[in-house]
Nanobody
């Protein structure tokens, strides 16, 4: 049974940093494309970042590029999202997602497995 568990969210002031973690069980993060998505109240779930299986290439939404960094720790079977220079508009529930395809894109529909989410709130 696949399980993704996010943690690391919280309340931070604008300009601050947080590091989100996604611990996986039932799958090996080295063999999956792993993504981070976020959903603000009243809005659709949107793509933030992904790291592809095989070549571990990374991709970021324009809104987070240069501020967020995705990485994976194979030994810990964990994917991270380092978030710096946070803005109030980054406030959302952040979700970790996984899919076995190398060619997964930025749509939530591309992903098979999801975590329960972790709340990030950025105050101005």
């Amino acid at each position: 049974q696949v399980r993704l568990v996010e943690s690391g969210g919280g309340l931070v002031q604008a300009g601050g940093s947080l590091r989100l973690s996604c611990v996986a069980s039932g799958l090996t993060v080295s063999s999956y494309t792993m993504g981070w998505f976020r959903q603000a109240p009243g809005k659709e779930r949107e793509f933030a970042s992904l790291t592809r299986r095989r070549d571990y290439g990374t991709y970021y939404a324009d809104s987070v590029k240069g501020r967020f960094t995705i990485s994976r720790d194979i030994a810990e079977n964990t994917v991270y999202l380092q978030m710096n220079s946070l803005k109030p508009e980054d406030t959302a529930v952040y979700y970790c997602a996984a899919v076995s395809s190398t060619f997964a894109g930025t749509s939530p529909k591309d992903y098979t497995y999801w975590g329960q989410g972790t709340q990030v709130t950025v105050s101005s």
